[in-house]
């Protein structure tokens, strides 16, 4: 058995068992949701019901005793009479706080009023070795949250409401590209060259065909495929790996949903944005666009701001060129960045995200990036020098990347190519030639579009931190997990 189970909780375990009874038996009477039992409770005085859940810390007056049972939609204080119960009352100690019960009885109430099942029957559904956290001072450490969710998700009912609206919010994602005729697909996870972003990739061997392989950074490559396929609308929800660091934006695991429409450009993107967003409010927030985020107020109903990244660059770094070198390494040195190694057109993006990034309140669709760091996008027709590719972003924060899609094989390959010949760990070691011979056979004109749909369920939760919107945090690892305070 593992450390933290509690000795007396044990010698219970053993005494149910000795009195033939099951700890842990398959099934028992399923309970009625609690929320539906609490709605127009008056009407219910009286009748037989039955809730099953967690058993909170239980209350004793000798002949009396009072518990509050939590399911997944709520929450009602069961009351336990020795005159009612006698078959359970000798045994009533051998299920305590934290069991997993199903009990029936009448709805009714106390002498104060409150709502309270009486209860004439007690099933135990699983008996706890474990007491749960202090109401107060128990699971309050961060981390210790994080690494015991399992934990956290039944002692924090307002955790379980944040990733019930994280569902709600996908949910909502996917009804808005329906409605649009997209078709949702799935592409290949393991890819045999990595693409579609630019980030070092996780690395895997696959035996049977000895092949070294990479969990996809994005499913972008394969997507464009579909639509040099003939299927003008896709998207996908799913996740990609990308093996950087951890902060409160960053998990290497996160869900990416990204788009594709034959027939569009980056402008028709930005009007799919900030159709979402308007689904997103009416649908999610019930109309109220307005949400706090990192203790500002932000306004997520369209129409979203709009400025041009070389204006923006300006304005934050007066008298450097994005395009020149010189200029751009005096400044990033000035700024303390690291320059060493750095390639010139990362190192002028480096300045720019150190300088401008924060300003960015928002919404606002930061567009018309350079094509050096915008390796599969369509130049702009009037500036060779930049391209048809726009940025959201929310207090500070990236949101999501579009652009009119690259749809020139000739060009796309020398893109590609460039890439390779100054090849870092975030490029991938060779061309992907049959991405460009899909290309050959002819895409239509095309928007694409990314969202990290952790980062936007962090806006739209009020979540500070990356791990606060998904269930199972990459974590460094630990010997053994700690146990929770005692009740």
């Known amino acids: 058995m593992t450390d933290g189970i509690a ?34 409770f008056a009407a ?26 939590a399911d997944r939609t709520g929450s009602l204080q069961v009351g336990f009479q020795r005159d009612s119960m006698p078959a359970f009352w000798p045994n009533r100690r051998l299920v305590e706080g934290n069991d997993l019960v199903s009990i029936t009885g009448k709805l009714g109430t106390t002498q104060k009023g409150e709502p309270t099942l009486w209860a ?4 135990l559904a699983s008996k706890s070795l474990r007491p749960a956290p202090e109401k107060w001072h128990g699971l309050q450490d961060q981390e210790q949250r994080y690494r015991m969710r399992y934990v956290d998700l039944f002692a924090n009912p307002e955790v379980r409401q944040s990733f019930a609206l994280r569902s709600r919010i996908v949910r909502e994602v996917r009804a808005y590209f329906d409605s649009l005729d997209y078709l949702e697909v799935e592409t290949p996870i393991l890819q045999p060259i990595f693409g579609g972003a630019s980030a070092r990739p996780f690395v895997t061997h696959h035996n049977a065909l000895d092949m070294q392989l990479y969990l ?18 896709v998207y996908e929800i ?43 409010v009416e649908r999610v927030l019930a109309g109220n666009g307005t949400v706090a985020f990192r203790e500002k107020q932000y306004d997520l109903k369209p129409p979203f701001q709009k400025a041009r990244y070389l204006d923006l ?22 700024l303390g960045l690291k320059t060493d190694g750095i390639e010139p057109h990362k190192l002028a993006n480096d300045v720019f995200e150190a300088t401008v990034e924060d300003t960015l309140q928002g919404p606002i ?11 599969l996008a369509k130049r702009m027709a009037d500036d060779p020098r930049v391209t048809e590719r726009f940025e959201l972003f929310v207090a500070g924060m990236e949101l999501g990347n579009a652009f009119s899609e690259l749809n020139d094989p000739i060009d796309q390959q020398q893109r590609f190519e460039e890439q390779v010949a100054h090849k870092d760990d975030e490029t991938p070691g060779e061309v992907d030639l049959d991405y460009v011979t899909a290309l ?5 004109p095309a928007g694409g579009l990314g969202i990290g749909i952790d980062r936007l369920c962090m806006l739209l939760t009020g979540s500070t931190s990356i791990r606060d919107v998904v269930l199972f945090p990459l974590l460094r690892r630990q010997e053994a997990t700690p146990p929770p305070a005692e009740s």
């Open 44 to 69: 219910k005085h009286g009748q037989t019901a039955t809730v099953a859940g967690r058993l909170g810390q239980i209350r004793d007056f000798g002949k009396l005793r009072f518990a509050h049972v």
């Open 7 to 40: 000795n007396d909780r044990l010698e219970k375990l053993q005494a149910l068992r000795a009195a033939g009874q099951d700890p842990f038996p398959a099934r028992v009477t399923r309970g009625q949701p609690i929320a539906e039992l609490l709605s127009d």
């Open 313 to 334: 660059f300006a304005q934050q770094n007066p008298g450097v060129d994005w395009f020149d070198h010189p200029s751009c390494l005096a400044r990033a040195r000035q």
């Open 440 to 444: 050959e056979f002819g895409m239509p």
């Open 120 to 123: 004439e029957e007690v099933t």
């Open 365 to 375: 669709f930061v567009h018309d990036y350079p094509v050096a760091i915008s390796p």
């Open 216 to 233: 996809r950074i994005a499913p972008e490559l394969y997507l464009k495929r579909l639509i040099v396929g003939g299927m003008e609308r």
């Open 238 to 280: 799913g996740r990609v790996f990308r093996n950087e660091g951890i902060s409160t934006r960053h998990n290497p695991e996160f869900t990416m949903l990204e788009s594709y429409e034959a027939w569009a450009d980056y402008r028709d993107i930005m009007a799919r944005v900030e159709g979402l967003f308007a689904h997103l």
